[in-house]
């Protein structure tokens, strides 16, 4: 049995063709396509190749605002809210970075956690580092996941583990993720996972919370 195509959802959300975008997610769940594979293989595709055009020259804000709120639109469909879990996993702590205000790729991650067991406390774009580690101690954190899209916010993204650590927070998981961030290292980030998608990030944490139980 072939495996259906994502090429006509990765051109609808590209789009930004918010109802084309929630038919053919349709057919593709009505034809037997995972959830997983939707979003990795279709919304997180679009998401890369919009990243990839947004270079000083080809920045378009409406553009990324259209194809994050078809992206979005996806995510809510196969990830309807629902009341919480009657025992949540343990919570993790999202953001994006000062100076940076894309968060296309954080709302899908926040999405998937949830769906999955876990309390997530959103920060928000455009994020200081200090308010996502105050969250992150009062929260009484798993991890903390910080995205980014552009390269400035590296040096913010280095930094936090040696704050986090004179908080005596050094506990707390440290993960990254996003275009300008999940081409690097664990090492160069000095953080302690680097997720390519939402997926791999949660995969790191059922496999954290497996080794504790």
Known sequence: MSIPSMDT??????????????????????????????????VE???????????????????????????MGVIKELYPPTDPPS??????????????????????LKSVLAASGYQVVDCGKDCPVMKMIDAADREAALAVSVSGLITTVIPQVRSLKSKMAARELGHI???????????????????????????DV???????????Q
């Open 9 to 42: 959802l990765v051109k609808v959300l590209l789009d930004g063709d918010h109802a084309g975008a929630l038919a053919e997610v349709r057919n593709l769940r009505d034809g037997g396509v995972e959830r997983e594979r939707i979003v990795t293989k279709g």
């Open 45 to 71: 595709k679009a998401m890369a190749q919009l990243d990839a055009k947004c270079t000083v020259e080809q920045f378009n804000l409406l553009e990324i605002m259209l194809t994050g709120r078809a992206a």
């Open 87 to 108: 025992r949540m996993k343990a919570t993790v702590v999202v953001g994006t970075l000062e100076g940076d205000v894309h968060d296309i790729g954080k709302n899908v």
């Open 173 to 199: 998981k440290l993960m990254a993720g996003g275009a300008a961030l999940k081409q690097a290292s664990p090492i160069s980030l000095n953080v302690d996972f680097v997720g390519d998608t939402a997926f």
């Open 202 to 212: 949660l995969h790191y944490l059922d496999e954290i919370i497996g080794g504790e």
